[in-house]
């Protein structure tokens, strides 16, 4: 253990697999896509999504389930699993030493395809006076604060799809400098909005293998042809391993290393040759005090778009030249952008408790351009200590984590 590591004390997830870390862990390793006929989405282009059976109003109740947004809701609930995982008190700790970071990408589009319909009927008087308030990107990490009493800093990030990666280093930084003692960090959204398929489609991001929805997420396939639709929320509870340790809490890891980098290329596709997601890597080993020979397992990116995976593959190639084991968990779950961060973080550090790295759905036709060590098929044991997250995003936005054992 080095003087920077984080503990990871708690988690909580809410995805496409169930809500909680059991549902999504055995979903995981089930490596079967989830992805199915979306009745949000129909008669759209692209009508299939991986969606999930979270109940906001079973959850929360009807009247603040009313209240909030979805991203919102399946944040609160990710958090509240976290803070029980950990062993927290929430009325027992120091409310202004518990930091709050959630990312998302951008402002929920739930309720807007609605503002919209009734604006371009002549009804503006019908658009919600809550619209905004409800959807824009900082809600998440508010309503965390809100509902667990958490007084201290309360940040939104948004770095795209590497959201909720880079609020997990964000939310490390303020443990180690001493801003906090306890840190909620993660990411959380719902792509499955109508106005967001049609956008990505138009952009020829997303699968269009509508005829077969579960296969359609193939990260690293020859035959993918982009990604599909997901929602969900990953967070993690963070604190100094003294900090653990004096009110006996047991860390499921640490998190030893962090970095981040843009590629400053161009505005959606990202640097060819994975020049700054080799950077990302680099700089979060370097921060871990690491080398890329002690690395044993990768958590990909992993879209299946084909420029996206053909540079993550580049990436790894330039840090770790034969790179270790690797998987997708996309390829389940599907791409919740800003949420995925954070949900793989959590799959990162079940990976390196359990010793056992989950398959990759979809995985029928390697992309022989991509000589990756892709565990598929059948979650594979391993001997892991060190286990690398990638998340990356629009902007040329990359972010990195390093965990290892407690």
């Known amino acids: 253990m080095s003087k920077g590591d984080v503990a990871v004390t708690g988690l909580g997830l809410v995805t496409p697999a169930g809500t909680g870390v059991a549902a999504t862990w055995e979903g995981l390793l089930a490596g079967r896509s989830l992805a199915a006929r979306d009745p949000l989405l129909a008669g759209l282009a692209v009508d299939f999504s991986c969606a999930s059976d979270f109940d906001a109003a079973g959850a929360l109740g009807r009247r603040p389930a009313a209240r909030l947004e979805r991203f919102s809701a399946m944040a609160l609930i990710a958090a509240r699993e976290a803070v029980a995982d950990a062993g927290l008190d929430t009325t027992a700790w120091d409310p202004l030493r518990v930091a709050v970071v959630i990312g998302a990408s951008s402002a929920s589009m739930e309720h807007y395809d609605q503002a919209f319909a009734w604006m371009a009927a002549g009804r503006p008087d019908r658009v919600s006076p809550m619209a905004i308030m409800r959807s ?74 509508g005829h077969d929805p579960e296969g359609a997420s193939r990260p690293f396939d020859a035959d993918r042809d982009g990604f599909v639709l997901g929602e969900g929320a990953g967070v993690l509870v963070l604190e100094r391993p003294a900090h653990a340790r004096a009110r006996g809490a047991r860390p499921r890891a ?60 580049r990436a790894l190639a330039r840090v770790f030249g034969t790179p270790p084991p690797v998987t997708a968990p996309k390829s389940v779950l599907g791409h919740s952008a800003g949420g995925s961060g954070g949900i793989e973080a959590a799959c990162a550090v079940l990976t390196l408790q359990h010793q056992l790295i989950p398959p990759t759905a979809n995985l029928d036709n390697p992309d022989p351009g991509l000589p990756l060590d892709i565990v598929r098929k059948a979650p594979r044991r391993a001997r892991l200590t060190t286990v690398v997250s990638n998340s990356f995003g629009f902007g040329g936005q990359n972010a990195v984590l390093v965990f290892g054992p407690a």
């Open 136 to 209: 824009i990107p900082n809600m998440p990490a508010g309503e965390v604060g809100l509902d667990l009493g958490a007084r201290g800093p309360n940040l939104a990030v948004s770095t795209a799809c590497a959201s909720g990666a880079t609020a997990i280093g964000v939310a490390r930084d303020l443990v180690r400098a001493g801003s906090c003692d306890i840190a909620l960090a993660g990411g959380s959204e719902s792509l499955r909005a109508r106005s967001t398929a049609v956008g990505f489609h138009q952009m020829r991001a997303l699968s269009t293998r």
């Open 254 to 313: 640490l998190l030893r290393g962090y970095g981040a980098s843009c590629d400053a290329h161009h505005t959606v596709a990202p640097h060819p040759d994975g020049r700054g997601a080799a950077d990302a890597l680099h700089a979060a080993l370097a921060d871990a005090g690491l080398t890329p020979g002690d690395v044993g397992h990768v958590n990909a990116h992993g879209t299946a778009t084909k420029i996206n995976d053909l540079t993550e593959y």
